[in-house]
């Protein structure tokens, strides 16, 4: 492809064949283009040179270099990138219903929600999110929530090659703000909470919010889908251009739901659909996942499915790899969930005190090299919800473990609690806490859910809860 044909506008004689695209320079080929992305921590222009002497054809640049070479200026080389990668693999997301979901928890749910609700009507869906790319039987894991543009590109070309009909994907806050669904057109974008998280990239609330409330223009999305009973979607449903669906438990809505019954086996509610009625049933509990249940609802209504697809395709999700993972043994109740923000974890225990028989024990970390600000709120939200809680590691990454660990046990000594002993080693942790454990107790590991690996000095150790769990239990018998 030349680069005319990738929408660069270039000269006759610089309009040169490119046969792939690349942002890391050691991986350039002869033929490819060269973005210079620039970032908080790299500048992609201090490695043009290497790019060019691997044999890169041209480079997209911010600002010119001296280097011969055929140069592309432009404002933003992430947008560009964005663009240039749909064009380089044939406009894949023209050829296929998008579907994007963003908000800080619940969008890894709610994606395998849509997907079951779809293929529930007899389409076919792909998935893009946290726990893997899925489509059509092929399942691969996922690196990032949304791939970066040149993955996600060849992604979406081989769901559309393969006849997919339906994309439903995560859009992260980093994918927003760093152009990377640029040059997509969703026939929904839809909304499911805001809270704490991502300082660390944001720098301030007001900032993340942005990031989010951009994917709700006519840029990205044909229609929005909204929880009106949150306020940030509250203030969206007024801002946004976009022809919008709401939905919620509090607030007047167009899905709503009533009644809810939750307990250790899922979650019941009638759920009122632009006035039609319908019963819920969920193998999932929690409030929460009445939302992630009524977001998927809106979406589908939107895209025109039936409240016979939706009560069926919702309870047709059996499990979703870390979210809930209940195990059973004869010690305890244990169980697996991603909950890694404040009100994340918030929601998970509240959802366990409602059905727990007897003591909550939870497991739990902040991630290193993150947002700072969470982890003394998060051992409070903790201690203050649990019988007792043992404070561990969570991809420490560069920081010291014990770092973190006092950081968080800081929030719980500002509460006066006493609960918690501070384990390093996770695996220690885990059974510490079963062992801790009597009969009608339940151990929630709250983190990693189906993550399988532990994020320590830049190295990505093999490691799963719920493998470690099934393990020690063989082990002891229980």
């Known amino acids: ?78 947008r ?47 998935l893009i999110g946290t726990n893997a790319v899925e489509y059509n039987g092929v399942k691969t894991e996922a690196r990032l929530t949304t791939p ?18 339906y994309v ?30 991502h300082l660390d990239f944001f720098g301030d609330m007001q900032s993340y919010a942005k990031a989010k409330q951009s994917f709700f223009t006519p840029d990205h999305a044909r229609s929005a889908v909204v929880n009106v009973d949150d306020s940030l979607g509250a203030q969206l449903c007024k801002t946004t251009a976009l022809p919008t669906v709401t939905y919620g438990v509090n607030d007047p809505c ?24 319908g019963a819920v049933k969920f193998n999932l509990t929690g409030r929460f996942n009445m939302y992630n249940t009524l977001c998927a609802a809106a979406i589908a209504s939107s ?27 004869s010690k305890c109740s244990v169980i697996i969930d991603f909950a890694h923000t404040d009100d994340g974890i918030a929601n998970i225990l509240r959802a366990v005190r409602e059905f727990a028989p007897a003591r909550v024990i939870t497991v739990f970390g902040c991630g290193g090299n993150r947002d700072t600000s969470k982890r003394a709120v998060m051992g409070k939200i903790v201690s203050q919800m649990s019988d007792w809680c043992f404070v ?57 859910g189906a993550e399988r690996y532990n994020d320590v000095m830049g190295r990505k150790q093999p490691y799963n809860d719920e493998q470690y769990v099934l393990e020690i239990a063989g082990e002891f018998g229980f």
């Open 168 to 197: 439903v994907m995560e859009v992260s806050a980093h994918a927003l703000a760093l152009d990377k669904v640029a040059g997509i057109m969703y026939e929904v974008a839809a909304f499911t909470n805001f809270s704490r998280d």
């Open 303 to 329: 895209l025109g499915f039936s409240l016979g697809n939706v009560t069926v395709g919702i309870r047709n999700v059996k499990k979703i790899d870390g979210r809930f993972n209940i195990i059973n043994t």
């Open 148 to 165: 970066d543009p040149i993955e996600l590109h060849a992604v979406l070309r081989d769901m559309a090659d393969a006849g997919v009909e």
């Open 1 to 78: 492809m030349r680069l005319n044909e990738l929408g660069l506008n270039v000269n006759s004689e610089d309009d040169v064949e490119i046969t792939g695209l690349a942002i890391d320079s050691a991986k350039v080929k002869k033929g490819d283009l060269f973005f210079c992305l620039v970032g908080r921590e790299n500048d992609g222009h201090t490695f043009a040179a290497d790019a060019v002497a691997r044999g890169a054809a041209a480079i997209v640049v911010e600002r010119r270099l001296a280097l011969d070479v055929i140069q592309i200026e432009t404002e933003n080389t992430r």
């Open 254 to 277: 167009d899905v709503f739901g009533i009644d809810p019954v939750m307990s250790a086996y899922g979650l019941e509610y009638v759920i009122n659909m632009f006035d039609s009625v």
């Open 392 to 448: 561990t590691s969570d991809n420490p990454r560069f920081e010291p473990p014990m770092d973190i660990i006092n950081q968080i046990v800081a929030g719980i000594k500002e509460i006066g609690g006493t609960n918690y002993t501070p384990i390093v080693d996770r695996k220690d942790a885990i059974k510490a806490a079963i062992d801790q454990a009597e009969k009608d107790d339940i151990v929630l590991i709250a983190g990693k």
């Open 80 to 126: 560009a990138l964005a663009l240039c990668s749909s064009a380089f693999f044939g406009y894949p997301s023209k050829r296929l219903k998008m579907i994007g979901i963003t908000g800080t928890n619940g969008k890894t749910t709610t994606t395998y929600i849509v997907k079951s609700i779809i293929e529930c009507a007899g389409h076919s869906c792909g």
